[in-house]
């Protein structure tokens, strides 16, 4: 009777997860195996979008910039999101003033949309005149610096500002760590006369470690995906120096009409977010 | 008495009715009746709808749909709103076709329409030859397939041009070597700079800058659909083309930010702030920068000119616009969507009411010569003689691809990552590598 019910209650969401998550999962592989294009009703089956997109040098170039701007963005959300988090947490304990508004600060970065992110810091780091770093460096140095429209900067400038955006939500996922980890252990240290730096380094690391997974993972990922603040920042440019994966799709598909090949890219993202996840739990879950 | 007022109140409540009735015949959910027998489907982006984030133009359309409703009683339309992602929108399309949903009328970009061309009906018998012989040579152009029919109506079109500062540049440069000169010559007694363009990644970078080569005589893919631009003369005129934005970024008068420049528009802010005294624009932004500036102020400073080229005598610029298409087979629904599109867009007054509310360039040439406000507007004289020198993208599918390149090799010339001869090269390594695996 109650495998029945169970049945009866699951199979409905099962059906939408089936029609709706793994249905245009399945439809990304098919694609991906096939030469389709958007103005074309004809394909036809086989790997030659496999073996265009893998012996294509543009892609290896774009995804280095990729992981690099991947990475970057995941130790420096991380790391400074751990920094405020820490802080705030142990201002809340000092009872100081004002924490909860250092919070609110750092989380309107969060709420603002990915494309007035772009055009924020496109009115922040640009040449132009109304450049408003620009126009301080020119006072001190007479001179500018081509934040964006420098292949070798531009991506820096879209990692700072992918940070800046990043950062709020890694510290509202570590603040909430934190709040879990026992105050006896701290006191329990302070007893045994362990340094600040010790408890940090042998309680709260250790103690965060899942929380730290998955915030590794799911930055990753959201930073994988991210493609909106990049298309109003720079817009993939100068030249590729920007273009990462997921921009390069939405350009493949949908500036090249190439599904076949955008599939490929949608593809090999899936593999790389899975890769990363398991490797992930290998190195920081499993070895507790 | 009291009859001549309740027949007075009764007289005025049917009137009353009347006008709800009537002004409910116009929504943004449907025009006409709801009991009418023939039914179409119609699809616009929100600045050509009734769904219209400016009031003025939908107060224009609101009229026209109004004008059709009462004179086709048996025909309801039923409008669909696109989102502002042009590109995202057409393959919408596209795959509504693929689908056997599109709906019967819809808005086309003219730099997509040779994809729809196969997928939408001729419309041969609702043109005269006098009407088709009135539109711009290239709309006319655009709108025939290769056997000669009728595929979509170029309802709008837009230009490209030099815009320069009157008041700081007397005349105008004609050719690249005057424009240096002349931005040199600006710059030196004034904290601005000299020439500003679309050099990053966006469709505008490939639109502004082919001009200077097509103006030299270069082909960028031949009938077959082939690219070309490599071949010949088309190689030394595309090397040309980055010899001179390098030049222009070498001398200074044009800083390499402009590889951050991804449309037309984003030029508006250094124009407002008196930041730049030459760049190439889009007609459109004449109505933009005099609605932020003020027209007073932005009639004193700014003028218009045709972009120079190599050789003062070469004239050429960019031309798009936006078309509508009929998609559907029913004779008595394809008639009536002509209708309905003569009325709101496509007709003479339709397009007259149109591009005046709107700021876009009429197709007819009529309209520019009948109607006071293009005839007395001191700009559309230019703009008309820029637009006679217009060419429209190749209409290939190797052109996407072809563009990026393009927009890729200046990035890395303006860089200094490439000579002009490597950018044309590693250019058309990539587009030749694509168009094989098409082919």
Do not use: C
């Not at chain 2, 997928?119 to 539109?135: H, R, S, V």
């Amino acid at each position: 009777m109650k495998e029945r019910n169970f049945y009866k209650y699951i199979t409905p969401l099962l059906l939408m997860l089936i029609l709706f998550y793994l249905f245009p999962i399945v439809e990304v592989f098919r694609y991906s195996l096939t030469n389709i294009r958007l103005d074309k009703e004809i394909y036809s089956y086989g790997v030659s979008a496999y073996q265009y997109v893998l012996s294509n040098p543009n892609f290896w170039e774009m995804l280095k910039i990729t992981i690099i701007f991947v990475f970057s963005s995941m130790f420096l959300q991380l790391f400074f999101g751990l920094i405020i988090a820490t802080l705030i947490d142990e201002g809340e304990r000092r009872n100081l003033k004002g924490t909860l508004v250092v919070r609110l600060i750092v989380l309107m970065a969060w709420v603002i949309p990915g494309v007035i992110i772009g055009v924020i810091w496109n009115l922040f780091l640009s040449e132009a005149n109304y450049g408003i770093l620009n126009y301080f460096i020119q006072l001190v140095f007479n001179t500018k610096i081509s934040f964006l429209s420098s292949q070798d900067l531009a991506l820096y400038s879209v990692i700072i500002a992918n940070v800046w955006r990043g950062t709020a939500f890694s510290m509202i996922i570590l603040y909430g760590g934190l709040k879990q980890i026992s105050e006896e252990l701290y006191e329990a240290a302070s007893i045994d006369g362990a340094s600040t730096l010790d408890k940090f380094f042998k309680i709260t690391i250790p103690q965060l470690k899942p929380v730290i997974f998955i915030n590794m993972v799911l930055i990753t990922i959201y930073t994988f995906n991210t493609f909106d603040m990049i298309m109003a920042l720079t817009g993939g440019g100068p030249g590729r120096s920007t273009e990462v994966i997921s921009l390069n799709i939405y350009n493949t598909v949908f500036g090249h009409l190439e599904l076949g090949r955008g599939s490929v890219l949608a593809v090999i993202l899936f593999f790389i977010n899975l890769s990363i996840t398991l490797f992930y739990y290998n190195f920081v879950i499993s070895e507790e | 008495m009291r009859k001549i007022i309740i027949i007075t109140l009764s007289l005025m409540l049917m009137f009353s009715i009347g006008v709800y009735a009537q002004e409910n015949l116009v929504t943004s959910e449907q025009i006409g009746d709801s009991e009418a027998e023939i039914e179409l489907s119609w699809a616009a982006l929100p600045y050509y709808s009734l769904s219209n984030p400016y009031e003025d133009r939908e107060n224009v359309l609101k009229d026209s749909a109004l004008r059709f409703a009462k004179r086709n009683p048996n025909v309801r339309i039923n409008p669909q709103v696109l989102t502002g992602d042009i590109s995202g929108q057409m393959l919408k399309l596209l795959q509504q076709e693929s689908a056997g949903n599109i709906p019967d009328v819809a808005q086309i970009d003219s730099f997509y329409l040779p994809i729809f061309k196969d997928k939408l009906e001729p419309l041969n018998e609702f043109l005269t030859e006098e009407e088709i012989d009135d539109l711009v040579p290239f709309a006319k152009e655009g709108m025939l397939d290769k056997d000669g029919n009728v595929k979509a109506l170029w309802f709008t079109t837009d230009a490209r041009m030099l815009y320069y500062r009157k008041d700081l540049i007397d005349t105008p440069p004609s050719n690249w070597d005057e424009l240096i000169e002349v931005a040199k010559e600006v710059t030196a007694n004034n904290n601005m700079e000299g020439f500003l363009f679309s050099a990053g990644r966006g469709e505008a970078t490939t639109i502004s800058n082919l001009p200077y080569f097509w103006a030299q005589g270069g082909k960028l893919i031949n009938e077959n659909g082939k690219p070309v631009f490599n071949e010949g003369d088309n190689r030394d005129y595309m090397i040309n083309v980055f010899e001179y934005i390098k030049r222009l970024v070498d001398s200074g008068v044009t800083p390499r930010r402009v590889t951050n420049i991804t449309l037309e528009a984003d030029i508006n802010g250094d124009v407002i702030g008196n930041n730049v005294a030459m760049f190439i624009g889009g007609n459109w932004q004449i109505n933009q920068l005099a609605e932020n500036m003020g027209r007073e102020e932005f009639n004193k400073k700014w003028d218009i000119a045709p972009i120079p080229h190599i050789n003062s005598d070469l004239e050429a610029t960019a031309v798009g616009g936006w078309t509508w298409g009929i998609t559907t087979e029913d004779p008595e629904k394809k008639a009536a969507a002509m209708r309905f599109l003569d009325e709101m867009y496509f007709g003479k007054e339709g397009m007259k009411e149109w591009t005046k509310v709107g700021g876009y360039l009429p197709t007819r040439n009529s309209i520019y010569n009948e109607y006071t406000y293009y005839s007395d507007n001191p700009w559309m004289d230019k703009i008309q003689a820029i637009m006679e020198n217009g060419h429209v993208r190749p209409g290939y599918p190797i052109y996407t691809n072809l563009s990026t390149e393009f927009q890729v090799a200046l990035a890395d010339v303006i860089d200094g990552n490439k000579t002009p001869e490597e950018a044309v090269d590693s250019m058309w390594n990539n587009v030749m590598a694509e168009y094989e695996e098409m082919n």
